[in-house]
């Protein structure tokens, strides 16, 4: 390989560093990190560090201490913007500037941009190049990439199970399964998404917080009969971030639902609230990703209505056995090994004494 090849392939990759340090704080507007190099040294950086803030481009322009930037080059993970929405465009700042070279690692997904931005650079006589390290720059918005082709939320799930599959003792007792270094990964997970879903048991039974390490997501709930304690946590702390979905027929119940408390009702089908139209939902209240930490009963349904798109599977080498012993994932499940869904992509790290298993799920 050649050393320029060599080179724009690192300056690529510290632009997903750089991308990174906006994580949790973006959302709906993708992780974007931007480097401007001149004669082979990086002269500026920056990152989109919260929507409606300058993006990472700009960032990395006003940084820069020269006078002028010709000749330099700008690394970019997405291709830069060329409409007016919160900020103005920054292919005319890239224009303006006089950058001699822009190298981009993946076309935006969003129709009012997808190579636009790259005909119009190319016009002002830039050269561009498009598709370095594109692989990994998806996966780094891949969350951005799904709402763009499907208009719906990005959908993971999160299990903390023994060895042997159970997430409780036939005593329901869960606490803890995992260790605490694996529960502290999973604050930091919450933070990648906007939402954090359980469903009314584990509500009930939990009294969880829910909350990520710098960050306090959306908390959705799923409660069929409404018959949430009013003295749980997610009630008395910032209401105004929990959403309840419950049947049409309690309609009528709101005496112990705090008026913060974002509450739809929805018609039942067969007996069950209709989760794809939750997710529906969610997308157009500006929710684009979903973390669904349980409980057994609800992951069972969104897996078996070949919703999830990501799973992180955290196993403790415990095993707990019992045949009434909660399961990590209920509901009806699949008739046949044939027809099961799997992971696809799979990586496998040890988190203490732990085992994560991460991947995408093939139906």
């Not at 004669?39 to 020269?66: F, P, S, V």
């Not at 997308?283 to 070949?306: A, C, H, N, P, Q």
């Not at 080498?317 to 992509?345: E, N, Q």
């Amino acid at each position: 390989m050649k050393l320029p090849a060599v080179l724009d392939s690192q300056f690529i990759q510290k632009t997903f560093l750089l991308a990174k340090k906006g994580q949790a704080f973006t959302s709906p507007n993708p992780l974007v990190g931007a480097l401007i190099v001149k004669d082979n040294k990086i002269i500026a950086g920056g990152y989109h560090k919260r929507c409606g803030l300058a993006h990472a481009e700009i960032e990395a322009i006003h940084k820069t201490k020269q006078k002028h930037l010709c000749g330099s080059t700008l690394y970019v993970n997405l291709e830069p913007c060329s409409h007016f929405g919160r900020t103005p465009p920054c292919v005319d700042q890239i224009i303006k500037n006089k950058i001699k070279r822009v190298v981009i690692s993946t076309l935006d997904p969003n129709p009012t941009v997808k190579g636009k931005s790259v005909r119009k650079l190319k016009k002002a006589g830039i050269k561009v190049d498009v598709g370095l390290l594109r692989d990994e720059a998806r996966k780094l918005n891949e969350v951005f990439f799904k709402n763009m082709k499907y208009k719906m939320p990005f959908v993971v799930v999160k299990v903390a199970q023994s060895l042997d599959g159970k997430i409780a003792t036939v005593k329901g007792l869960s606490k803890w399964i995992t260790t605490a270094k694996s529960r502290k990964l999973v604050l930091s997970l919450r933070d990648k998404y906007d939402s954090v879903l359980v469903g009314a048991n584990t509500f009930i039974k939990d009294n969880p917080h829910l909350n990520g390490l710098r960050k306090i997501p959306y908390k959705i709930v799923i409660s069929s009969q409404l018959n949430l304690p009013p003295s749980h946590y997610l009630f008395k702390t910032n209401p105004h971030k929990l959403i309840i979905f419950s049947s049409y027929k309690n309609r009528n119940k709101l005496d112990n639902i705090p008026k913060a408390v974002k509450l739809i009702f929805l018609k039942e089908t067969k007996g069950e609230l209709p989760l794809r139209n939750i997710l529906k939902i969610l997308y157009k209240l500006g929710i684009m990703s979903v973390f669904i930490e349980g409980g057994s009963d609800t992951l069972g349904r969104f897996f078996k209505r070949k919703l999830i798109d990501k799973a992180y599977f955290f196993i403790s080498p415990k095993i707990i056995g019992g045949k009434s012993a909660l399961t990590s994932v209920g509901a009806k499940g699949f008739t046949s090994p044939g027809i099961s869904p799997y992971l696809d992509k799979i990586e496998i790290k040890k988190i203490g004494e732990d085992i994560l298993i991460e991947g995408y799920l093939r139906y």
